[in-house]
């Protein structure tokens, strides 16, 4: 008798996510804004619910997979919101890269509804959406995640699901991951435009780099996907990007941690976005040095 997940958000991630739900045996009731994202899940059983609320009423649980902190607001509140429709002591799964203000607030205007709310967000790429492989960064009680378990089970790695501490800790630790990952992107491509110039071969520079203490997973793996399947991603848009970019900026801002370096990519993957556009992939900053290199 396993519980009806409600899901709200069926894009590149949620999309993969409900699949894997529903593969795995739970009962589903989706909505998003486009309704030809559930289809596929309709014809595996799912509902379709008109709204949010609706979703909340028909579920035992509901998670959202939205784009930024403003959809979460969005979905929360009013007559067509989560809140208009979640049972007393209900349970609310953010897994959107947000920010904890938005649950912070439900928290503490609906504390008589003694809500259960958790954040885990993800990582993994669109690809670990679509294998049940993320990897879930979970913030909450810690008899709350136990009692979830199953549900991030049916979406992520067993071993990599991990509980990062009290409500908020998985939105913060979700941030910093794709900080250093987009740092260590930009400074990657950085590195290999240079050497190229300076008439090193593209293919024998990356080999030294992957054989040096400056290796890394975006070194040894990510150049070589780009490199041989032109791959920069367009699972994860780099509006995105620069969205989890922004929020990182005011995380630190907020706790007074100088983040200068943060500043700086920033400004590289925002030039990137207008030069691409939006929908471009998250690695597509790599071009702008491929076209300085002129590989
Ligand atoms: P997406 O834009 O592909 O999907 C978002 C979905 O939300 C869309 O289908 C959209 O129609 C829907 N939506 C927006 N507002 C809505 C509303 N008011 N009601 C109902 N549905 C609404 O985004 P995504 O790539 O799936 O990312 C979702 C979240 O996961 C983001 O916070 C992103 O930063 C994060 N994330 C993405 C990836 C990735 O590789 N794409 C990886 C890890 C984390």
Not at 17 to 33: E, H, I, Y
Not at 134 to 146: C, Y
């Amino acid at each position: 008798n396993l519980p009806t997940v409600g899901f709200i958000g069926l894009g590149n991630m949620g999309s993969g996510m409900t699949r894997n739900l529903q593969k795995a045996g739970f009962p589903l009731v989706v909505t998003d804004l486009r309704p030809e994202s559930a289809a596929e899940l309709i014809a595996g059983g799912a509902l379709w619910a008109e709204s949010p609320a609706q979703v909340a009423a028909l579920s035992d649980l509901v998670i959202t997979m939205l784009p930024t902190p403003r959809h979460v607001e969005a979905v929360l509140h009013g007559a067509d919101g989560i809140l208009a429709g979640i049972r007393d002591g209900g349970t609310w799964i953010d897994m959107s890269t947000s920010v904890p203000e938005p649950a912070e607030r439900v928290r503490r205007d609906f504390a008589e509804r003694g809500l259960r709310i958790l954040d885990a967000p993800v990582s993994g790429m669109s690809i670990g959406a679509a294998t049940g492989m993320l990897q879930i960064f979970v913030g909450g009680d810690a008899a709350d995640v136990a009692r979830l378990r199953p549900v991030f089970e049916a979406m992520g790695d067993p071993e990599r699901i991990l509980h990062v501490g009290a409500a908020g800790a998985g939105y913060a630790v979700k941030l910093m991951i794709n900080q250093l990952w987009f740092s260590h992107l930009v400074a990657t491509a950085e590195v290999l435009a240079i050497g190229v110039k300076a008439g090193v071969d593209l293919g024998v520079l990356r080999e030294s780099l992957v054989a040096s203490p400056a290796n890394s997973n975006f070194v040894q793996n990510d150049v070589l996907s780009i490199l041989d399947h032109g791959d920069y991603d367009e699972g994860f848009a780099i509006a995105l990007a620069c969205k989890d970019l922004g929020l990182s900026i005011d995380l630190a801002r907020s706790v007074g941690v100088p983040a200068e370096l943060s500043a700086v990519v920033e400004q590289i993957y925002r030039r990137a976005k207008a030069q691409y556009g939006d929908l471009a992939g998250e690695m597509t900053p790599v071009k702008l040095y491929e076209d300085v290199a002129g590989v």
